[in-house]
């Protein structure tokens, strides 16, 4: 540790710099907020603090009182908010305010936009903390101290918010942290942070909900003035929202709450509230965001449930408390049983723990069963933010299945639109009579789901198919395999099974057509050998000349090419090639001789493309294309194509 009076001069990490520069020209408006996320830090500390002082209660330096103090200089025009919290070292300082921490930032700030309503939503989600001080002040001075250093080991940063800041060794008496705001000047007065008034009212607005008192001077009106006091008062409520009466909290309060655990700058979506008595007694308040965080994706993204015993902060993020599935879940689990000394380690093997986490997760999906139910356009949105993540846990969590699999939501040929809006009780109760099965299709893309030459067959019959083109849909039916007593069956897997949809003159008629090619069915087989598995007539296609399809139980096309995608390689097993005996390429066939084994591999080819496969020879398949089509130009027997 450098022990030097003279400051160092230290630049911003480039995130930072345009972080900082976004948030003063985009949040301007909502300036205001500023306060909230400083007071937020400020209880997070001594939350740190409180935590960290069960096991080493010298921490404390005889000073067990943990609060927040705002006092402010109206003729300097400076603001500071103090805590007696946990505080930061050095290298703390420098890695805190110095840099972003986060996965994904330099995504993020590739998505932003340039407008500015926009990206100032987009910021909000990305958490604006500590640096919103610069919407307000064009100077911000942090001196801090960690708790159990020495009073000659704090540290004095200052920054004007442009590239660079300073850090210097410096005392301070008290643990904790005092940041100093030096504010931009203000046209209208009503706008001045510098009051008592203003400050107030901010506070009850956004902080109300802190857990530790926020003091400020109390004022006194003397010579017609409102003037500071050397008497304290506590200006916010400093109790556990959570541990209130329902009925005592209102919506907006609740509101706020969420901006502080959530870290988010939006309200919530929805969120429920509950105590729990019984073997295991504790209390949850659990929201669901409005948007998801950037960093959605990333499964070890931070913020999650905060874990409380008995009013103490425990720790935050406690991923034992939700399943990765909900892990876009905010909120605060506080326990009246669990020991106060409790560990991450210990917490992974808790029973106790266990059993909140399935009483957590059951709230949540009662909630959305809730918003389901009785509010369609709140849970549209919810599915298009999280229905993804929502998906995972069809395979992660057994006991739910049922729960969730009516949660789910997928596009179909039903409508029209791309939106995944229709429900498996939706599908059942549109299905035909003599339908036995839920049927549907995975793809790469919704466009080759929809247009997969697989469909028509049910087109024809007026069956609808559920379209599948995430990702994680795969792994969905792969663990979903019935609904309400129905299967789910893939379009493009095994035998065409269209039990009582078919009629006795239909299967007689394919009988007879497959017996009549059964010659050509036998050449392509030979022809394209190891690249099929068997090639047999089919009944599923109207337009297309052939398809394909995986055997029962062999891993399908979609899936075997995401896979291969994440590095995996797929269990290599050919793809049986469907062909459609009405169609009349398929018709031309039976006299083909010179050009057969071209025409075997177009038809494999064009079958793999439709289905968004990747041909193992484009360059060949270019060719045969053209040389098939010199040679019906050039007076060989036309082919007339349907449709
Ligand atoms: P976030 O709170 O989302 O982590 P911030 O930019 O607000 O992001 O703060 C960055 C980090 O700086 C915090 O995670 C915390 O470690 C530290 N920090 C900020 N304010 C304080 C404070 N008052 N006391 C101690 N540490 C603080």
């Not at 103090?69 to 025009?77: H, L, P, V, Y």
């Not at 003035?225 to 916010?236: F, G, I, M, R």
């Not at 009579?433 to 549907?440: A, H, L, M, R, T």
Request: glycine letters at 8%; a negative charge; hydrophobic letters at 35%.
């Amino acid at each position: 540790m450098t022990n030097t009076t003279t400051p160092e001069r230290l630049g911003f990490q480039t995130e930072v710099k345009q972080l900082l520069h976004l948030m003063i020209h985009s949040l301007y408006s909502n300036r205001e907020i500023f306060l909230r996320e400083l007071v937020s830090n400020a209880s997070d500390a001594c939350d740190k603090l409180r935590f960290e002082a069960l096991n080493n209660a010298a921490l404390f330096e005889n000073d067990a009182d943990l609060k927040i103090r705002i006092s402010f200089d109206e003729k300097a025009r400076t603001l500071t908010v103090s805590d007696n919290g946990i505080g930061m070292s050095r290298d703390e300082v420098i890695t805190n305010l110095g840099t972003i921490a986060k996965s994904g930032t330099q995504e993020f700030f590739q998505s932003l936009t340039g407008d500015q309503r926009k990206d100032a939503n987009l910021i909000g989600q990305f958490g604006v903390g500590f640096y919103s001080s610069f919407i307000v002040a064009d100077k911000v001075t942090v001196v801090t101290r960690r708790a159990g250093l020495g009073t000659d080991q704090a540290v004095r940063w200052e920054s004007e918010g442009g590239g660079d800041y300073t850090v210097e060794m410096t005392e301070k008496a008290g643990r904790g942290t005092d940041i100093t705001l030096h504010l931009r000047a203000v046209e209208d007065a009503k706008d001045e942070l510098a009051s008592g008034w203003k400050l107030r009212q901010i506070i009850r607005k956004y902080s109300d909900h802190i857990v530790q008192p926020i003091l400020m001077k109390k004022e006194e009106w003397k010579d017609e003035k409102q003037l500071p006091s050397d008497e304290d008062e506590t200006v916010n409520r400093a109790s556990a929202l959570w541990a209130r009466p329902k009925s005592e909290v209102t919506e907006e309060q609740y509101q706020e709450f969420y901006k502080h655990v959530g870290h988010d700058f939006e309200p919530p979506l929805a969120w429920v509230h509950s105590r729990v008595e019984g073997r295991q007694e504790y209390t949850q308040l659990l929201y669901i965001p409005a948007h998801a965080p950037f960093d959605l994706w990333d499964r070890h993204q931070r913020h999650g449930i905060k874990l409380y015993v008995r009013r103490v902060f425990i720790m935050d993020d406690a991923e034992q408390l939700m399943p990765v599935y909900l892990r876009f879940v905010r909120g605060v689990v506080d326990s009246a049983d669990l020991p106060l000394n409790i560990s991450r380690e210990i917490l992974q093997e808790s029973r106790d723990i266990e059993a909140i986490r399935a009483g957590c997760t059951k709230k949540v999906l009662g909630l959305l069963e809730d918003l389901a139910e009785n509010q369609k356009d709140k849970y549209a949105g919810f599915w298009k933010e999280f229905g993804r993540v929502l998906k995972e846990g069809v395979g992660e969590d057994h006991a739910n299945k049922e729960r969730l699999a009516k949660l789910l939501r997928f596009a179909s040929t039903h409508g029209e639109g791309q939106e995944e809006s229709v429900s498996l009780a939706d599908y059942v109760g549109r299905m035909k009579e003599g339908q036995d099965k839920i049927y549907y299709i995975t793809a790469d893309t919704h466009l080759a789901a929809r247009n997969s030459p697989h469909l028509e067959i049910f087109r024809k019959k007026g069956v609808e198919v559920l379209l599948l083109s995430d990702r994680v849909d795969e792994w969905v039916v792969g663990h979903l395999t019935e609904f309400d007593g129905k299967s789910l069956a893939s379009v493009a897997k095994g035998g065409l099974d269209l039990g009582s949809l078919e009629d006795a003159a239909e299967k007689q008629e394919q009988e007879k057509q497959a017996g009549a090619l059964k010659d050509v069915v036998e050449r392509i087989r030979t022809s394209l050998g190891a690249r099929v598995k068997d090639v047999r007539i089919t009944h599923r296609l109207t337009d297309s000349p052939a398809c394909l399809v995986a055997d029962e139980h062999d891993i399908g096309g979609n899936l075997a090419r995401i896979l291969k995608s994440v590095g995996q390689d797929a269990p290599g097993t050919a793809p049986i090639l469907e062909i459609n005996p009405t169609h009349p390429v398929v018709e031309r066939l039976r006299g083909e001789e010179k050009h057969f084994d071209d025409w075997a591999a177009v038809l494999f080819d064009q079958a793999l493309l439709a289905e968004g496969g990747q041909l193992e020879d484009p360059a060949g398949f270019v060719k045969r294309i053209n040389q098939l089509m010199l040679e019906m130009g050039g007076g060989g027997s036309r082919i007339v194509l349907p449709g």
